[in-house]
């Protein structure tokens, strides 16, 4: 009582009125309480609070907000509140939470990935399955005092990877369609420093370099992170404004762009081309995007995976925002390795694009993958391909017999769709097959190895062999007739295009009468061709030689396959490696590497009797 009484007797000494009193015991008390609660955070980040439980919104708080999850802050009537809350508060990211926003020219916008998030994993599981209190017990009940401390001073010691990163979602576009370059990107800048709040060019411990609308930063971090994104000064070739995903993470990179070529263009025609994984898969689990490079909008966004979902033109296989013009299936290449494939329509003839393939899920199949590490998506380097500007090749793929077929092949739209045609070369190739199987029925297959007729292949090799060759044979690769290249033959040069116009040679001329008497430049290689599809002019891909090597390795010498000899139609009849098509390689690789390459190569061999319908 006298304790109280003297306590009483001081307050009222110090406040002239009750209700003063009053007020400056209601102060007091809840400064007590909150320092309290400060002490506690200072002893352990890790404590627990109830709000950081709640929903991760962290990356949702407006710009210049006042107050960050996590935090009480006070309300006073008639106290001023530009001396109680704080100006210019940044936005706080949660680990694997991108945050959004919008910006001008000449802004800049903070944000904080706040220590909460960067302790080590163990200890954030801890802090939330666990009340400080039941902590506590437990840290009691397995260390002594001495361990407890120690490991406390440990974990407030130790440091977490972090890995920040950028993507430029939206940028000002240009004013006219031929703008000098793209717009300059935003700079992201990062100090771990907490007497640098504010990183800027000039004052930051991290710089992060931006390339094509992406940028990433690695570094070790026990406390606050900062952040500032910055939009560059007004062009006066671009309008509009931006807008960005920031993501901080301490688990992996939430977006991720590999500059690897890892997509390849497999052939085009006027209207479609068709596009193939280098990566084997079993799933259709790729998307990609595909722009016409007269565009500029997506000049600089090529890297960004969200400026990609905003500005190109064509989405395959991207989340729910695909275009419709994008079919994409599995397709087996050579090595019997599936890749996926790409088939892109609706595009101009003689046109360049940009192809970009992407990864835009987990790998849990997981759709919405906010705040699963690495969700954000995975984006490869671009490639660049051109459609075709003949109409009369045209792609076919995903045929029932010849699956290895996937390419441009003579054509003629006006007495064939599409469907009809693959059906008709797949159709006729299968008929041929008919005469080899029954021929090849003769052989002992079946037998002990001492009676088979090699000890390195069988009856299996020579099918496989067979098959591919005679898909090449009876399906042959088209180009465009005005293409130059030495490897191409030209073929039916004595006939019209479809539209009524002749064929020219090389030097601009028409072809003369000599030219149109040699049988191989007037004749397609299977003349179901010439009878039923009628393409006009065009120019033939030459199967590579080790098509043809490979029936007589693999085959029983009795069924009389032979391969013409150089100078005396071989050269007529095959590509070298480098310059021709093999089914199931990839176009441009093979003329880069000498090896079996992007021109899918279409083989040819003499055959004896059971092909004869068949020119060589």
């Known amino acids: 009582m006298q304790l109280l009484e003297h306590s009483y007797c001081r307050l009222r000494n110090v406040f002239a009125t009750p209700i003063t009193s009053i007020l400056s015991l209601f102060l007091l008390i809840h400064f007590t309480h909150v320092s309290v609660a400060d002490l506690v955070a200072q002893a352990d980040h890790n404590h627990h609070r109830p709000l950081e439980l709640q929903s991760k919104v962290y990356g949702t708080l407006n710009h210049g907000s006042d107050l960050e999850l996590g935090e009480y802050e006070s309300s006073f009537i008639g106290a001023d509140r530009g001396i109680i809350g704080r100006a210019d508060a940044p936005q706080v990211l949660a680990n694997n939470y991108p945050g959004k926003d919008n910006i001008d020219y000449g802004e800049t916008q903070v944000w904080t990935f706040p220590k909460r998030e960067i302790v080590p994993k163990t200890a954030r599981a801890l802090a939330a399955h666990a009340s400080l209190a039941e902590r506590d017990n437990w840290d009691r009940a397995q260390l002594s005092d001495d361990v407890e401390d120690r490991a406390l001073r440990q974990r407030q010691a130790d440091t977490t990877t972090v890995y920040i990163t950028l993507n430029i979602c939206d940028q000002p576009q240009p004013k006219n369609q031929n703008p000098n370059g793209a717009p300059a990107p935003l700079q992201l800048y990062i100090s771990t420093n907490p007497q640098n709040r504010n990183p800027d060019k000039n004052n930051r411990d991290y710089a992060v370099p931006m390339k094509f609308g992406y940028g990433v930063q690695v570094l070790s971090a026990s406390d606050d992170v900062y952040l500032s994104v910055t939009a560059p000064d007004k062009s006066s070739q671009f309008a509009g404004g931006y807008s960005y995903e920031l993501t901080a993470s301490i688990d992996k990179p939430f977006t991720t762009y590999i500059d690897e070529d890892e997509m390849a263009i497999v052939d085009s025609d006027t209207h479609a081309a068709l596009l193939s994984s280098n990566l084997t898969t079993d799933t259709s689990k790729y998307g990609v995007f ?327």
């Open 290 to 616: 595909v722009h016409p490079q007269d565009d500029p909008t997506i000049r600089g966004l090529s890297s960004s995976y969200c400026g990609l979902k905003n500005w190109a033109r064509i989405k395959g296989n991207i989340d729910d925002i695909s275009t419709g013009d994008v079919d994409t299936g599995l397709m087996i290449l050579g090595g019997n390795k599936t890749k996926q494939q790409f088939y892109v329509e609706n595009l101009n003839g003689s046109s360049a694009y940009y192809g970009i393939m992407v990864l835009n899920d987990d790998s849990t199949g997981t759709k919405d993958t906010n705040g699963t590490p690495g969700g954000g998506a995975t984006v490869w380097k671009t490639i660049n391909f051109t459609t075709k500007a003949s109409g009369n090749c045209a792609v076919i793929y995903n045929l029932t017999f010849c699956s290895s077929v996937a390419y441009a092949v003579p054509s003629n739209d006006t007495k064939l769709n599409h469907t009809e045609l693959t059906l008709l070369y797949d159709n006729d190739a299968r008929n041929k097959y008919q005469n080899f199987r029954k021929s090849l029925q003769q052989i002992p297959c079946n037998t002990t190895s001492s009676a088979q007729y090699s000890l390195a292949r069988n009856c299996t090799d020579c099918d496989s062999a067979y098959r591919t060759w005679l898909c090449a044979v009876t399906i042959p690769r088209c180009e465009d007739f005005s293409a130059n290249a030495s490897h191409l033959i030209p073929r039916l040069v004595s006939t019209t295009f479809t539209n009524g116009s002749i064929a020219l040679g090389l030097n601009g001329a028409p072809y003369t009468a000599d030219n149109k008497s040699v049988l191989y430049m007037n004749s397609s290689r299977n003349p179901m061709i010439d009878e039923r599809i009628m393409p006009g002019p065009y120019k033939e891909i030459l199967p590579c030689t080790d098509l043809c090597y490979e029936i007589v390795r693999s085959c029983p010498a009795n069924l009389g396959f032979a391969c013409p000899l150089k100078r005396h139609g071989l050269n007529q009849a095959y590509g070298e490696d480098g310059a021709c098509s093999y089914p199931g390689a990839p176009f441009q690789q093979n003329l880069a590497t000498g090896l079996r390459v992007n021109l899918w190569c279409v083989g040819v061999a003499l055959l004896v009797a059971l092909a004869s319908s068949v020119r060589v």
